[in-house]
Nanobody, 128 residues
Framework: QVQLVESGGGLVQAGDSLRLSCAASGRTFGSYNMGWFRQAPGKEREFVAAIFWSGGKTVYADSVKGRFTISRDNPKNTVYLQMNSLRPEDTAVYYC?????????????????????WGQGTQVTVSS
């Protein structure tokens, strides 16, 4: 069982930056693929970024490429999402998710259904 707790959300202006953090429980954090998803009001949950458990390969949604960076600190059981050049359309609740890495190919880590564990979410609001 993995528990995930997100933090770092808030209200910012367009062009600002935020860094989200997701702290995970457990002793096998390094064996999990970690992902960030978001859900805006009235919209479906969408993939944002993910980092593979082995080798640290990263995957991004086209809408955030070049602006967002996902990283992980395995000794700290934490995954981060650095968000730069924020836009009003980035406004959403951001969720951290964990997936047992050895059973999921890299090609699947952008699919929300592979993730077994989810955090409670943190609100990011970007004003224009």
């Amino acid at each position: 069982q993995v528990q995930l707790v997100e933090s770092g959300g808030g209200l910012v202006q367009a062009g600002d930056s935020l860094r989200l953090s997701c702290a995970a429980s457990g002793r096998t954090f390094g064996s999990y693929n970690m992902g960030w998803f978001r859900q805006a009001p009235g919209k479906e949950r969408e993939f944002v970024a993910a980092i593979f458990w082995s080798g640290g390969k990263t995957v991004y949604a086209d809408s955030v490429k070049g602006r967002f960076t996902i990283s992980r600190d395995n000794p700290k059981n934490t995954v981060y999402l650095q968000m730069n050049s924020l836009r009003p359309e980035d406004t959403a609740v951001y969720y951290c998710a964990a997936d047992w890495g050895p059973t999921t190919p890299l090609s699947k880590i952008d699919e929300f259904h592979v993730y077994e564990y989810w955090g409670q979410g943190t609100q990011v609001t970007v004003s224009s």
